[in-house]
């Protein structure tokens, strides 16, 4: 019987193997040393082949393709994955020009240029029209102080979660002449209960600073802009998201969801 | 701070940081569409190939999952790569083998000229192969290129299955002494 599966180690090898047939093989070759030692001399034998092959040229424009599949077909999107049709411009810069477009929200021809170019996906247009709504009504109540400056991002950064709870978010930085401002834009959040808020902090040298709370639309969608006034010249390492029992905590109570390092 | 070893951008792509993904595409790039160039001789379907390649890393799942317990990272994606190229090879055959099962071994049979002929630029590991005799190159090329059952090498071959493991084997072995040696008539010339 032993026997019988070592004659396995080949289909094995090239993953022939149905998938029950192919853990059974595995829990054999945990009992078995000949097939260890036999699956490690093939992968010896083999692992250095295509160093000796004569390399030959991909086709023209094949990294754009590549990345591109990769990004659009990314089971979990993000707003940062947009990209302009036809654009010669590499696929990393859509992530700039996501966040770009997001940090002039407050412009309304923004909606228009918006809706044009997540059209290319709709599932990522839908989250998007959700956090720019949310944002936009963020910047309404901001509405006295009268941004004409065009913001440019001076850094971005995907908060990533710290386990696997499927959130998502982004940083950006931006400064339209009036001095540096954090946006951070989150989706797929769980719900919120009571006073509950999500609290953003900036952090230097573990010391978290209060940047602004948010709460979330029934999506999971939500954001927050802060102006950083001030406090631009001191070196923030990263910036990070947490759910907070009620609003105006000074330190944070709950444990940190998303992080990205600035 | 140096340039990251594949091991870090392995981690930074699994945190979804796209930077990270590109230097790790154009680190590999040529050299794995070589591996699928080679194995599917088709630029389309390797560029399939490149895709779910780096879809796999992308999602860090299944069959992209690189840990230490896997060797070196090099040889694990060079893996992955080999795979995903005779799996789509696998497929398409299996779209032609509707029009013509019974055929199709036959088709498997690679003459071994042929296969030379059509290597317009030789390479080292043409001339390693060149130098076995006929049936051992047609193993490696079932086991290796094509990726073949053991029992279908057994039948294209006609060898009875259980000597087919020592066969490729055996034959790999020669073709890893031809390797070492023609490096060796290189670096004395």
New interface residues.
């Given amino acids: 019987m032993e026997n019988k599966r070592c004659d396995y180690l080949i289909d094995y090898f090239n993953g022939l193997l149905s998938e029950n047939d192919s853990r059974q093989f595995e829990q054999h070759l945990q009992q078995c040393e000949d097939c260890q030692k036999e699956l490690q001399e093939f992968k010896a034998l083999t692992e250095d082949l295509p160093l000796h092959m004569k390399q030959v040229d991909p086709p023209e424009g094949m990294k754009d393709r590549v990345l591109d599949h990769v990004m659009t077909n990314d089971p979990v999107p993000s707003n940062q994955f947009i990209k302009k049709k036809n654009s010669k411009l590499p696929i990393w810069s859509g992530v700039l020009a996501a966040a770009l477009l997001l940090s002039v929200g407050v412009n309304i021809y923004t909606t228009v240029e918006m809706q044009q170019l997540s059209s290319e996906n709709e599932n990522l247009n839908a989250q998007l029209s959700d956090a720019q709504l949310a944002i936009s009504e963020l910047q309404e109540e901001q509405e006295d102080e009268e941004d004409t400056g065009v913001a440019s991002p001076e850094q971005t950064a995907s908060l990533v979660p710290l386990e696997e709870n499927g959130f998502t978010g982004m940083a950006t930085v931006t400064d339209n002449g009036e001095g540096p401002e954090l946006l951070v834009q989150v989706q797929n959040m769980e719900a919120l209960h009571g006073d509950e808020v999500y609290q953003v902090w900036l952090i230097e040298e573990e010391t978290p600073v209060a940047s602004g709370s948010f709460v979330i639309d029934e999506h999971g969608v939500g954001g927050v802009s802060y102006h950083m006034s001030g406090e631009m010249e001191q070196n923030w390492e990263s910036v990070a998201v947490s759910k907070e029992p009620q609003p105006g905590n000074e330190q944070p109570e709950g444990e940190i969801l998303l992080e990205s390092e600035l | 701070m140096g340039k990251p070893t594949d091991k870090e951008l392995y981690e930074r792509i699994q945190?979804?940081?796209?930077?990270a993904?590109?230097l790790m595409?154009?680190r590999y790039?040529?050299?794995l569409?070589?591996?699928a160039?080679?194995i599917t001789k088709d630029?389309h379907f390797?560029?399939e190939v490149?895709?779910d390649v780096?879809?796999k890393l992308?999602?860090g799942k299944g069959a992209g999952q690189y840990n230490e317990d896997k060797?070196?990272f090099s040889?694990w994606l060079?893996?992955v790569?080999?795979?995903t190229s005779?799996?789509l090879l696998r497929k398409k055959k299996e779209v032609e083998y509707q029009w013509d099962e019974r055929d199709s071994l036959q088709e498997e049979i690679p003459s071994v000229e042929k296969e030379v002929e059509d290597q317009e630029?030789?390479?080292?590991?043409?001339e390693?192969m060149d130098t076995l005799p006929d049936e051992q190159q047609r193993m490696i090329y079932l086991?290796?290129f094509q990726?073949?059952?053991?029992q279908n090498?057994s039948k294209v071959c006609e060898l009875p299955?259980?000597t087919?493991?020592g066969r490729?084997?055996l034959a790999?072995?020669k073709?890893?002494e031809n390797?070492a040696t023609e490096r060796r008539v290189d670096h004395g010339k």
């Fill in positions: 945190m979804k940081d796209k930077a993904l590109e595409y154009d790039e040529k050299l569409y070589s591996l160039y080679r630029p390797s560029e490149m895709q780096f879809m992308w999602n060797g070196k040889s060079l893996t790569t080999r795979n005779i799996d630029k030789r390479d080292e590991l043409t390693a086991f290796y990726g073949l059952s053991q090498i299955v259980g087919v493991k490729i084997r790999l072995k073709l890893r390797l």
